[in-house]
């Protein structure tokens, strides 16, 4: 199983990034995904999440409105797209997948999740 995820980059403050994850070697519809971060020196944190369907999202208070999670599952990524961004948005962005066949929602919990990518570094400056 790997996820690739890209996209990251350094951006000014009140910038925009679109984050991209492709997944393979697993059966994508089957899995709920989840975007996470960690900035230095802090623990990583839920950012985003889509259940398998893609019509049910979840989002960090902090990223509501300015962040959109989505998928398709024919191309097997999942997407971030970041508006309004923020210095405190600076992190590596991790994508992840849990399997949550014949489920309708996806955890914030990053135990919950089996599979992680490698991370994509966003850099925003002020």
């Known amino acids: 199983v790997q996820l690739q995820a890209s996209g990251g980059g350094l951006v000014q403050d009140g910038g925009s990034l679109r984050l991209s994850c492709e997944v393979s070697g697993l059966t994508f519809s089957w899995y709920a995904m989840g975007w996470f971060r960690q900035a230095p020196g802090k623990e990583r944190e839920f950012v985003a999440a889509?259940?398998?369907?893609?019509?049910?999202?979840y989002y960090a208070d902090s990223v509501k409105g300015r962040f959109t999670i989505s998928r398709d599952n024919a191309k097997n990524t999942v997407y971030l797209e970041s508006h309004s961004l923020r210095p405190e948005d600076t992190a590596v962005y991790y994508c992840a997948a849990h399997y949550a066949y014949g489920e309708v929602n996806a955890n914030r919990d990053p135990q919950k999740y089996h599979y992680w990518g490698q991370g994509t570094l966003v850099t925003v400056s002020s």
């Open positions: 889509i259940a398998t369907v893609g019509d049910t999202t």
